[in-house]
């Protein structure tokens, strides 16, 4: 009980006494303040327990409220790493799908770049079977193998005539060679007495 409420009960009971000894006599005045005693003590006690009936309550209401902020926190904090832990992943996928997304644009570039080779390469094969059709292309070719032949028969003959030419060539230095052996052997044994003379 508050030391406040005990006052007033006091006073309350003190003033309840003397208006008892005023308008009674001092037995009745006697029987008057141990009522009101008596009423003030069950009031006290009364008020003893709704106070402590009301501090079990708040008691009981702020370990609800800890336990419930505790729990809240828990949750918030709950909530938080799992909000950190998708934002990680979307930025991670945001990453990957931009890394994705350059190399398919380098992809498509090549893939572009192969189209317009192989574009270029049909027109060259469309020209080329045009030509083909044409004959001139054969015509051509059929013509220098022609000239070809020619000029490797040509070339045949030509080389016949060298390798003729280079025999007697070898013919003929195998004649001199063999003139000058000769023209050794019969001068050695010769004395000329010419200053200028010199053996071969």
């Known amino acids: 009980m508050k030391t406040r409420e005990i006052i007033l009960i006091l006073i309350a009971a003190?003033?309840?006494?003397?208006?008892?000894?005023?308008?009674?006599?001092?037995?009745?005045?006697?029987?008057?303040?141990?009522?009101?005693?008596?009423?003030?003590?069950?009031?006290?006690?009364?008020?003893?327990?709704?106070?402590?009936d009301l501090n079990d309550k708040l008691a009981k209401d702020a370990a609800a409220a800890k336990k419930a902020a505790a729990d809240a926190e828990a949750a918030s904090v709950a909530k938080l790493g799992e909000a950190d832990a998708a934002?990680?992943?979307?930025?991670?996928?945001?990453?990957?799908?931009?890394?994705?997304?350059?190399?398919?644009?380098?992809?498509?570039?090549?893939?572009?770049?192969?189209?317009?080779?192989?574009?270029?390469?049909?027109?060259?094969?469309?020209?080329e079977i045009a030509r083909l059709r044409d004959g001139s292309e054969l015509k051509d070719a059929l013509a220098k193998q022609k000239k070809a032949e020619a000029d490797l028969e040509a070339a045949s003959t030509a080389?016949?005539?060298?390798?003729?030419?280079?025999?007697?060539?070898?013919?003929?230095?195998?004649?001199?060679?063999?003139?000058?052996?000769?023209?050794?052997e019969q001068t050695k044994g010769t004395d000329n007495v010419s200053p200028n003379y010199r053996a071969l």
């Open 159 to 184: 080389l016949r005539e060298a390798n003729a030419k280079a025999a007697a060539a070898t013919a003929r230095l195998a004649e001199v060679e063999e003139e000058n052996r000769r023209l050794r």
């Open 87 to 127: 934002k990680k992943k979307v930025e991670a996928d945001l990453a990957k799908a931009k890394d994705d997304a350059s190399k398919a644009a380098v992809k498509a570039a090549e893939l572009e770049k192969a189209k317009a080779d192989a574009a270029n390469r049909i027109n060259e094969l469309n020209a």
């Open 14 to 52: 003190a003033f309840g006494g003397v208006a008892i000894v005023t308008w009674s006599g001092e037995e009745a005045a006697n029987e008057r303040a141990a009522k009101i005693s008596k009423e003030a003590a069950e009031a006290r006690l009364k008020s003893a327990k709704e106070i402590k």
